[in-house]
């Protein structure tokens, strides 16, 4: 990584972390585990890259810090509380999360599943609530599309095909490809989107941004096989080489891992090609594309 | 009940059917499942009391039904997501629900989650949809509201507080009360409010239906703590006895019997009161404050 690039990613997971701060704050009282479970998932780790790509997106059109924001930390929160729930024993069954116990491992089941619940629902609230934009109707279309990129034609069906075919080694590259943009590719595009629908951009900056996301999106799950074919637990600080030891099919099974990387890095030269239309202010969205492909956590 | 009552419930139950058909489809694919089980959670069964409220209060100002109906699906939806997430096996451990095998038995614990995921999301994506109500400020602040409700400060933090305090049999009615607003007064004073949101009704009217549902929900929910002491599985189609069962504090393990009888009924005559400035319009909330401490299911 640049280190330009790599001091814009720490000063926007610096600027996302304060906010998550403020807005999951502690509560004493008999469901204080709750807010205590709600902060452990969220705070102190992870990347960024979805907020990184939500806040980038916004300084397209010039949106204000203090609205962005908010919607930077609402994808964090809903992408934390899909990681909670994906960790569940009923589910991937994952001790290890951003270097550290998971969070039933840390708290339990019950506590994990009611704290992903409030997550997604406080998502949600910090969306609609004013102070994320000063119009009520973009307010409204962030929620749809959040909605739309979470639910059931979202990133939840894509984690129910990914359960429906484990084991499944006849898997063809239509399905993988299906199955992945919906469960991470869905909300990329959402983080990515999210300017142009704060800015009331019109369709043609619009589809920029979403030809971006999609082949961000396919790329960095790309590198997400390779990572756990490839990388170690030190490296990434979640559990690696699951894929095989599940018999899931994934890009690299299918592909190979030097074809995974070939398309991987075709994809996200594809991606910053669409960026076209936005010049130089782009370069932060190129260069993060760039890097997906080639990190090694 | 009174035959009129009964039928303006069935009347409503069956339009609220007819939408949360229409609103959950089937779905074909590898991800078929998660639909068949977000529509096994909500379908075919429930007393729809929550959405009967909803449509009430739209009606006091005349919102077009097919405004409220999505709003009142929603309200439906999202109780069927906390139903299916509290049966679980790591929380309340219920194998009936509604008379048939809960979520998770008739499907699985992960579908069971993920569909419980899907219904929280579609609920939220159903009221900023633009059929919901063609001002978006009015999308905006129903879902607020709404999030509110079911959040950390309202359902979820109820029933974290619920799980946290299970078999501590010194709770005092100050948190036993507390806890029941969050977990199941918070949606109830949401369905009652929200046709006050719908049409920009001013503080008075919104006050009033304010202290009607805050009445109303602990008296359902005094009147649910009767049930599971004096009811059958027969009748309610749920487990009884449960709460004495977990050593669990109710209004009921606390007051006894009859003085939480009494206390339901002075405050579903209170809640009724709320009403007057509804006059005639408001007769049928009346009712279901009446009956709601007498059903036997």
């Given at each position: 990584?640049?280190?330009?690039l790599?001091?814009?990613?720490a ?7 304060r906010a998550?701060e ?5 509560r ?8 205590a ?31 962005s924001l ?11 509380y ?11 069954d ?26 997604l ?13 000063g119009?009520p109707g ?13 639910g ?14 484990e084991g499944?080694?006849d898997?063809d590259i239509?399905t ?19 300017g ?10 619009r ?12 790329a960095?799950?790309m ?10 637990v030190?490296?990434?600080?979640k559990?690696?080489g699951?894929?095989a ?9 299918l ?15 594809q ?13 932060r ?6 890097w997906?492909?080639?990190?090694r956590a």
């Amino acid at each position: 990584m640049s280190p330009e690039l790599a001091a814009a990613l720490a000063a926007d997971a610096e600027r996302v972390e304060r906010a998550l701060e403020v807005l999951l704050p502690e509560r004493p009282g008999e469901e204080a585990s709750l807010f205590a479970a709600m902060r452990y998932a969220t705070l102190g780790g992870g990347k960024r890259i979805r907020p990184f790509l939500a806040l980038e997106s916004a300084r397209l059109f010039d949106i204000a810090e203090s609205c962005s924001l908010r919607v930077a930390a609402a994808i964090e929160m809903a992408h934390c509380y899909s990681l909670a729930h994906d960790d569940l024993p009923a589910m991937d069954d994952d001790d290890l999360r951003r270097g550290k116990p998971s969070l039933h491992r840390a708290f339990d089941e019950a506590t994990a599943i009611l704290a992903g619940d409030a997550l997604l629902t406080r998502a949600f609230e910090v969306i609609v609530d004013p102070p994320t934009h000063g119009d009520p109707g973009v307010r409204a279309a962030l929620a749809l599309e959040l909605a739309r990129a979470l639910g059931a034609e979202g990133m939840v069906g894509g984690q129910m095909i990914d359960l429906a075919t484990e084991g499944r080694v006849d898997l063809d590259i239509g399905t993988i490809t299906r199955l992945q943009r919906l469960k991470t590719g869905a909300l990329i595009l959402f983080a990515c989107e999210a300017g142009a629908t704060m800015a009331h951009a019109g369709q043609h900056l619009r589809e920029a941004l979403r030809g971006y996301a999609q082949d961000l999106g396919l790329a960095f799950q790309m590198a997400d096989d390779l990572l756990d074919v490839e990388s170690s637990v030190a490296e990434t600080g979640k559990a690696v080489g699951k894929d095989a030891a599940r018999g899931k099919a994934t890009f690299v099974s299918l592909l190979g891992a030097e074809r995974a990387r070939a398309q991987a890095r075709l994809l996200a030269a594809q991606a910053a090609e669409h960026l076209a239309p936005f010049g130089a202010r782009a370069d932060r969205l190129r260069a993060i594309a760039r890097w997906v492909v080639e990190r090694r956590a």
